[in-house]
């Protein structure tokens, strides 16, 4: 299994708690690319709405997933059509350190 098909799998792991279905399955998620070289995944991620409650929450959980792969060393994940997005970004980036 590619490290691509690996984070997919992790990722419907991540629940949105009001709709009670997963990230990959409500297309929450998309435009994943993997650097397998360099163990870098990026990945977009919109909440259902502009104001999502769990937004931020959410896209924790999505970095975390990911970072949870086998190869994986850092993960980008770029937040948008979301009210707090720049907060969530820097949130994230956090994260890293």
Known sequence: MSIKDEILEKLRGVYDPELREDVVKLKLVYDLKVDEQNGVASI???PTVENCPVGLQ???????AILSVDGVKKANVKVENFI????AEE???A???
């Open 44 to 46: 977009k991620f919109r």
């Open 58 to 64: 959410l896209a924790i959980a999505i970095k975390k």
């Open 84 to 87: 707090w997005a720049k907060e």
């Open 91 to 93: 949130f994230l980036r």
């Open 95 to 97: 994260l890293d350190r």
